[in-house]
Structure formats: C-alpha cells, structure tokens
C-alpha cells in the first residue's frame, strides 16, 4: 500500500490549493477514502470522506463550503480543493484509505498566512 500526497505550500488566507494523492497496491475504486489533518500541538482531524463511488462525501463542519474532496477511480487519485483559506487551516493533510486517521505516506504541508 502507497499513498503519496503532493499539492501543499505556503498561502496567504484566501487563498486556494489542489492537493493530490496517488495511490498504489491496493483496489483504489471500492474503497472509501479522506483526507485528515494534523497541526502542530493538535491530534488528527479527518476533514473530508468520500464513499468508494464518489456518491456520499462528509465534510468535518469548519471546511464545509470552502474544501470540496474528488476521487477519481481511473487514476487512482485523490484530491482535495481548497478555497477560502483561513490560518487555521495550517496543518500536515494526509489521505486516509476509509474513515480514520491513521498516516501512511509523508503527507503534504500547508501553510496559510495572515
């Protein structure tokens, strides 16, 4: 199993970013994915759920209207969109196979400015 994430930088607030997460070595399009987050001092939050057909997606309540997560099953990738970007969005992001928060690959970092 292999999940690369890529797509993070430095923002300021308002800004936007595209993450992305390339996955490997597992059957990518019957699996639930997210996107989870953890910020320095802080645990992990999982922010984003997509179901393995791309019919049901959560959202955690602080992204709701700024992040939209995508999954596109004949790339085997994952993403997230975000917009709105606000200083407490600053974390490492992470994909997650299924609905925990459980780090695999290195993760990417974003870093929004004030």
């Known amino acids: 199993v292999q999940l690369v994430e890529s797509g993070g930088g430095l923002v300021q607030a308002g800004g936007s970013l595209r993450l992305s997460c390339a996955a490997s070595?597992?059957?990518?399009?019957?699996?639930?994915m997210s996107w989870a987050r953890q910020a320095p001092g802080n645990g992990p939050e999982r922010v984003a759920t997509i179901n393995s057909a791309g019919a049901e997606i959560y959202y955690v309540d602080s992204v709701k209207g700024r992040f939209a997560i995508a999954k596109d099953n004949a790339k085997n990738t994952l993403y997230l969109q975000m917009d709105s970007l606000k200083p407490e969005d600053t974390a490492l992001y992470y994909c997650?196979?299924?609905w925990g928060t459980g780090r695999v690959g290195q993760g990417t970092q974003v870093t929004v400015s004030s």
């Open positions: 997650v196979i299924g």
């Open positions: 070595g597992f059957p990518f399009h019957i699996v639930d």
